[in-house]
């Protein structure tokens, strides 16, 4: 597991932050690269005010406690002029939407082996006690019409 401790500098001393590839209630995320390495990473810029430091600051602690395939990896982490970031390993697969408009349908082998690693990784997440169920998931066993 990779911990790097938050700096308070300005990330562009680290990083070039090339363009933005999403956007979330919470935070853009933009294409970066390490100018000492030429790592290409995934930047999360958060505005941040004393209110959801903290906030930000426990997310960024629980990215860097996983430990799986399927869960980017936290290279480094800052707070500069009232913002998060946060840089990630940078995921270039693209998401399943833009799969999808390239290729056309899946073949169900892919979406059985799409579906399994989604599976997985929430099962990771759960037994890590982020998002876990709170009571037990009923299932019917029969229809009532």
């Known amino acids: ?3 790097c401790s938050l700096k308070f500098t300005d990330p562009c001393e680290d990083y070039e932050i090339l363009k933005c590839i999403g956007e979330g209630a919470f935070g853009k995320i933009h294409k970066a690269r390490n100018l000492k390495t030429g790592h290409l990473v995934a930047m999360k810029i958060q505005d941040c005010t004393n209110t959801n430091f903290m906030a930000s600051f426990e ?5 860097e406690s996983f430990n799986h395939q399927n869960i980017p ?3 480094d982490k800052y707070y500069w002029e009232q913002k998060f970031y946060i840089c990630m390993e940078l995921c270039t697969g ?7 408009m390239g290729t056309g349908s899946l073949k169900e ?8 690693e989604i599976l ?3 099962l990771y997440l ?3 006690g982020c998002g876990a169920p709170r009571a037990p998931v009923m299932v019917p066993t029969a229809h009532r019409g």
């Open 109 to 116: 082998s892919q979406v059985a082996y799409v579906a399994k």
């Open 59 to 63: 997310e960024c602690k629980l990215l």
């Open 1 to 3: 597991m990779v911990r």
């Open 94 to 100: 693209g998401d399943l939407d833009n799969i999808y």
């Open 73 to 75: 990896k936290v290279m």
């Open 120 to 122: 997985e990784t929430l």
């Open 126 to 128: 759960h037994q890590k």
